[in-house]
């Protein structure tokens, strides 16, 4: 009798799964063209694969197809791999989260550094002007991590006194690279190399360095006036790598989650219950390395990245072994990452829908 209800249950989750593929298949096929920019998307339930696949062009002009194996610009998504950088060099006993940026940068006007900590840049509640907001408006030149500092250094202000706000901040992620590269002596693409990449067999997966070639890379497009997909990769913020320099793929991104998931590196939730303040973000959730999150203990993970040419999103529920994630070469494309959302919180399992809160995964 339980060996009948095993073989039951179990059929009935391998007919929901297969139900929820054909359906994640259909939405993909109908928000994507063969002959355009498209998405990558893995979605995995309870441990089990459910779907791994790519639509559209990964370069329009090679026409290659984006597989599990294409590399996308991550954009802010690659804030969990800085963050994961700084935590290590703090479980070296290298730094501590509770170390003003003076200890840094010595350069910093003292007023502001000596009251900003690595926790705060972890945790977007430093207050540090937006390096975009000061940033020359006519600038043409990309900007690098360490022209991030020049524009910050010599600023006397804050948005508000440290750790007692949210507000979401690039320029602390390019902070926490030139911190990393000064604390380990390391440039901060080969210090993530070394420290990330390789310990988890990402073998594929970079960080952004100009004239550097990007294997399986995934070009970025935007739609013209007319709607036309015109190439769209670069911009003069999308050098900085603290804040967005990461090109990884499906396959690779997996490897990351199930490091995250078991502990490979850090224990994540016992990191989120350290660096994350009582500071709620605009859309109710906390941030703490690298992740917005609810329930620190046994953590929903996600992160949206959008730039000149990419929009992705990741999701990971670790305790459930839940994991979405979202990769497309075309800026903009919040619309079909919501119907994706929509679709699993009304297709997948009960307890993945319940767990899913739209509002704060489409920010």
């Given at each position: 009798m339980v060996k009948l209800l095993m073989t039951t249950l179990l059929l009935a989750s391998t007919s929901v799964y297969a139900q929820l593929r054909e359906r994640l298949d259909s939405l993909m096929q109908a928000t994507t063209q063969a002959a355009q920019p498209g998405t990558a998307l893995l979605v995995v339930i309870g441990g089990k694969e459910v779907y791994r696949n790519g639509y559209g062009l990964a370069n329009v002009e090679t026409k290659s197809a984006i597989t599990p194996t294409t590399n996308f610009r991550m954009a802010s998504v690659s804030k969990q791999f800085t963050a994961m950088g700084i935590l290590l060099l703090e479980k070296a006993k290298k730094l501590s989260l509770d170390d003003p940026i003076a200890r840094f940068f010595p350069e910093f006007n003292g007023d502001v550094s000596r009251k900003v900590r690595i926790r705060n840049?972890?945790?977007h509640s430093s207050g540090i002007l937006d390096y975009e907001m000061v940033m020359n408006p006519n600038q043409k030149q990309q900007l690098l991590d360490a022209d991030v500092l020049t524009l910050l250094k010599d600023r006397d202000s804050l948005y508000?006194?440290?750790?007692s706000q949210f507000r979401y901040s690039n320029s602390a992620y390019c902070l926490l690279a030139l911190i990393i590269e000064r604390v380990s002596g390391q440039p901060y693409p080969s210090f993530i190399q070394q420290h990330i990449f390789q310990p988890l067999k990402?073998?594929?997966s970079v960080v952004y360095e100009a004239g550097k070639p990007i294997p399986n890379r995934a070009m970025g497009y935007a739609r013209n006036k007319t709607g036309t997909f015109v190439f769209s990769d670069q911009s003069v913020t999308s050098a900085t790598k603290g804040d967005g320099g990461v090109y990884t793929s499906l396959n690779d991104y997996q490897k990351w989650s199930d490091a995250?998931?078991?502990?490979?590196?850090l224990d994540l939730p016992a990191v989120l219950a350290?660096?994350?303040?009582a500071i709620r973000s605009t859309s109710g959730s906390y941030y703490g390395a690298g992740w917005f999150y609810r329930q620190p203990d046994n953590p929903i993970l996600f992160h949206s990245g959008s730039t000149c040419?990419?929009?992705n999103f990741v999701v990971a529920i670790p305790e459930k072994q839940f994991l979405i994630v979202y990769f497309s070469n075309r800026a903009n494309n919040k619309s079909n990452a919501t119907a994706l959302l929509q679709l699993m919180a009304s297709a997948g399992p009960r307890e993945v829908a319940d767990m899913l809160a739209l509002d704060d995964l489409t920010q």
């Open positions: 840049l972890l945790t508000f006194e440290p750790g990402m073998e594929q995250l998931r078991n502990n490979t590196l350290r660096t994350g303040q040419g990419f929009n």
